[in-house]
């Protein structure tokens, strides 16, 4: 295996988690996965954005860093290769589609402090879907607290996970998720395996799905 540390990414309702667990189960990975439910100002948070936004994403940020700082600084002899379902950049660009500036700018600095600790992945597996697609999933899932969710606001995401990607110039392996079916599709999952055994430089690396 190519890499130690690869992370999956996308948009809410991209399939994320279930193609992190997909691979992690095909690689024997340690996987971490993002336990969003422990928030509790999520379900406030999309109640009423403007009041939860920053303790909803102070708590994601906390969490994040916690959770990846316990695993990839512990060494498993059995199971070399570790798979997440979240770049811990995701705390900024959130933060930066739901905070006024002000908040942001506090936001930011405490980010900066924080993230020099975390190691960054080695490649970035991105699912890029439209928002149809995403609002189709998100009501497949029936998370009650998700189904209201505006198409801008998905929008708003998309635009700030792609510029991210491409002004950073980070090794990504981009998917075209719009007709991706990880579990019911084999050749789907085998797309992104494939992927993962070339050599790639930095930069964006476009695959479709059959």
């Known amino acids: 295996m190519k890499h130690q540390f690869i992370t999956v990414e996308g948009n809410i309702g991209a399939g994320k988690t279930t193609l992190t667990n997909l691979l992690a189960k095909h690689y024997n990975a340690r996987i971490i996965l993002e336990e969003f439910a422990e928030n509790p100002f999520l379900t406030k948070f999309y109640e009423s954005p403007a009041q939860?936004?920053?303790?909803?994403?102070?708590?994601?940020?906390?969490?994040?860093?916690?959770?990846?700082?316990?695993?990839?600084?512990?060494?498993?002899?059995?199971?070399?290769?570790?798979?997440?379902?979240?770049?811990?950049?995701?705390?900024?660009?959130?933060?930066?589609?739901?905070?006024?500036?002000?908040?942001?700018?506090?936001?930011?600095?405490?980010?900066d402090i924080i993230h020099q600790q975390i190691s960054f992945p080695?490649?970035?597996?991105?699912?890029?879907?439209?928002?149809?697609?995403?609002?189709?999933?998100?009501?497949?899932?029936?998370?009650?607290?998700?189904?209201?969710?505006?198409?801008?606001?998905?929008?708003?995401?998309?635009?700030?996970?792609?510029?991210?990607?491409?002004?950073h110039n980070i090794k990504t392996i981009f998917i075209d998720a719009s007709n991706a079916d990880f579990l019911g599709n084999e050749k789907h999952l085998q797309v992104v395996i494939d992927a993962l055994d070339k050599d790639f430089e930095n930069g964006q690396h476009y695959f479709s799905l059959p």
Do not use: G, W
């Open 122 to 167: 080695d490649i970035l597996i991105y699912l890029h879907a439209p928002v149809n697609k995403l609002q189709a999933n998100i009501k497949k899932r029936n998370r009650s607290y998700e189904q209201a969710i505006p198409d801008a606001y998905l929008f708003n995401l998309q635009e700030t996970y792609t510029n991210y990607i491409k002004q």
């Open 52 to 111: 939860y936004a920053f303790p909803v994403e102070l708590f994601f940020m906390a969490e994040r860093y916690k959770q990846l700082k316990d695993t990839l600084h512990t060494k498993d002899l059995f199971q070399s290769v570790t798979i997440s379902d979240y770049l811990f950049t995701k705390c900024l660009l959130f933060a930066k589609v739901n905070l006024p500036e002000e908040e942001f700018h506090l936001y930011q600095k405490l980010f």
